[in-house]
């Protein structure tokens, strides 16, 4: 049986070229600044976050030019991002070599299971599983998934922002990726548009913010 969409999510991916000013224009936009995450050590990323409620974050993911040596190109397609935008989004699961061989009798291809790993400012380390965001489903449209173990979440440490309302999304073949989605045990409402996008709808101080 399919679970509420919001109680599956359990980060939106918010890839950008420059996180420093992605930083600065969604403390404008949001209220709230996003505080630095850490590095992601071999990927050539580094990130900051605002956590959406207890268990369930955003995350501002980009480029860190003091790691030389990196895999390429980077994951969330920041490489060749034009404009900072939400380009996928991570969903909970436990079970995570079950549900991917599910998924894949379903006719979904996830990435495989691989193991993933960052340190905090405080020094503390966050390590968790998830099928490899490097393979890219529906355009980012249908989920990676994590499952954080007995790590403390990022959520956790981040400051409290804004609080997502809901999440949808448009696509130029919306029966299609919502067919997928279905398999998958994700209620997402996908709407037809001209190019795939996540729309998340945020509850500020200052009212309700559509982010893209």
């Not at 918010?14 to 990927?43: C, F, I, K, M, W």
């Not at 956590?51 to 397609?77: C, H, K, M, N």
Request: aromatic share 6%.
């Amino acid at each position: 049986m399919n679970q509420p969409l919001l109680t599956r999510i359990d980060h939106l991916v918010y890839a950008t070229r420059n996180l420093e000013q992605s930083v600065v224009d969604l403390e404008t936009r949001l209220g709230v600044r996003p505080a630095p995450g850490g590095q992601h050590p071999g990927r050539g990323t580094h990130n900051a976050l605002l956590a959406l409620s207890a268990r369930s974050y955003l995350e501002i993911i980009g480029p860190d030019a003091t790691q030389a040596d990196t895999v390429r190109p980077r994951w969330f397609q920041i490489d060749s991002l034009d404009a900072p935008r939400l380009v996928t989004w991570a969903a909970k699961e436990a079970d995570l070599n079950r549900f991917r061989a599910k998924a894949k009798a379903c006719g979904i291809h996830l990435g495989p299971v691989v193991s993933g790993t960052r340190q905090r400012s405080d020094g503390t380390c966050l390590r968790w599983r998830f099928t490899d965001p490097a393979t890219v489903v529906a355009d980012g449209i249908i989920p990676f998934f994590i499952d954080w173990a007995d790590s403390p979440h990022p959520a956790d440490a981040a400051p409290r922002g804004p609080v997502l309302e809901s999440l949808r999304a448009e696509h130029p073949e919306p029966t299609v990726v919502m067919r997928a989605l279905s398999a998958v045990g994700i209620n997402l409402s996908v709407a037809s548009g001209p190019r795939p996008a996540l729309i998340a709808t945020l509850r500020t101080a200052g009212g309700l913010v559509e982010l893209r």
